[in-house]
């Protein structure tokens, strides 16, 4: 009913820039709070940064005053623009959507993820 899917992903060297985009797709009814995760080989998956129906954002510390997330409503879309990337910026990234559907429910959904890989 509801498809995310993500690009931008590459290999980039350290202190290079990535825009990651994504966009939603289907059976939308409202997109509340949409972000960006991701998860580095034998890591958890960790938020990265959100960004709320009315343009809030929250940032994680490690990314702060590098990352800017930003959307696209009548696109359904999110961005994370990544600059001054490091090694430790090497993860596969997802993005997320709070979306209700046109047939009432409301959950979270991901896309398939973007690899980004920081070379030093």
């Known amino acids: 009913q509801v498809q995310l899917v993500e690009s931008g992903g590459g290999l980039v060297q350290a202190g290079g820039s990535l825009r990651l985009s994504c966009a939603a797709s289907g059976s939308i009814f409202s997109i509340y709070v949409m972000g960006w995760f991701r998860q580095a080989p034998g890591k958890q998956r960790e938020l990265v940064a959100t960004i709320s129906s009315g343009g809030s954002k929250n940032y994680a510390d490690s990314v702060k005053g590098r990352f800017t997330i930003s959307r696209d409503n009548a696109k359904n879309a999110v961005y994370l623009q990544i600059n001054s990337l490091k090694p430790e910026d090497t993860a596969v990234y997802y993005c997320?959507?709070?979306?209700?559907?046109?047939?009432?429910?409301?959950?979270?959904?991901w896309g398939q993820g973007t690899q980004v890989t920081v070379s030093s």
């Open positions: 997320s959507a709070d979306i209700q559907t046109i047939f009432g429910g409301t959950n979270k959904y």
